[in-house]
């Protein structure tokens, strides 16, 4: 499959999140303006929406994207210019420099979602070792009170990026969905079974009925 298919499956899918608002940059599918919607409640970034550019090559999913944020955040592991130093948008195998193993880095099973994923754990869950912000690093370890007011300072800024009439998702809808969505095939499931059973059986009781309507045609025709 080609990275332009396999993209395009890929935007179908996301387009259907509530945690994300992905569009493509001028109808090119190897573009993509992603929003980061945070919606974890416990999270400092809860109810920031975080605009971020992803650009695909033409290899994907053998080489990973690259991802930027528009807006650049104070944190440990974003670069002042936006990108990110986390393990999965690193090209696949061993780097003995920076001692990450092949199974942390890209590997081509990955997909958007995951990278997506990755970002929005890294926010909350930054790696301080190796800081691609020194400062941000330093000021998380030893006055993490500060650094909170910074994370305020970004969230509120991400929120001039909200597109008109766009409606935030809030946690309790994005559960509500989900848990519809399970009730719904949940439901699906007990009908199957409750009512019939499979297509196929459908299918062996008309067998039935027509094999009955049969023998009982010949039954008559003997006695006439």
């Known amino acids: 499959m080609s990275a332009e298919r396999l993209l395009m499956n890929e935007y179908k899918a996301l387009s259907k999140e509530l945690w994300t608002n992905v569009e493509l940059i001028d109808d090119n599918v ?14 400092l970034y809860y109810g920031g929406y975080f605009k971020a550019k992803m650009t695909f090559s033409k290899n994907y999913p053998y080489t990973p994207p690259d991802f930027r944020f528009i807006r650049p955040l104070y944190h440990p592991n974003i670069y002042p210019d936006g990108r990110l130093c986390i393990s999965i ?9 920076s001692g990450e193993l092949a199974s942390e880095r890209w590997t081509p099973v990955q997909r958007v979602e995951s990278v997506l994923i990755s970002v929005l754990s890294l926010l909350d869950d930054a790696e301080v070792s190796s800081p691609a912000n020194v ?8 006055d ?35 848990k519809e ?11 199957a079974e409750s009512f019939g059973g499979s ?3 459908a299918d062996d009781d008309d067998e039935d009925m027509d094999s009955d309507s ?10 006439t």
């Open 181 to 191: 969505e399970d009730d719904y095939m949940t439901w699906e499931d007990s009908d």
């Open 144 to 178: 993490p009170a500060k650094y909170k007011e910074m994370v305020k300072k970004d969230l509120e800024a991400s929120k001039q990026d909200i597109p008109t009439g766009f409606v935030m998702p809030t946690h309790e809808a994005a559960f509500k969905t989900h």
């Open 89 to 97: 948008l690193h090209a696949s195998g061993d780097d003995e420099m």
């Open 135 to 142: 400062d941000a690093g330093v000021m998380l370890r030893n």
């Open 199 to 201: 297509d196929s059986d």
């Open 214 to 223: 049969d023998a009982t045609g010949d039954e008559e025709e003997e006695e």
């Open 30 to 43: 190897l573009e993509w303006s992603v929003a980061l919607i945070v919606l974890n409640p416990d999270s």
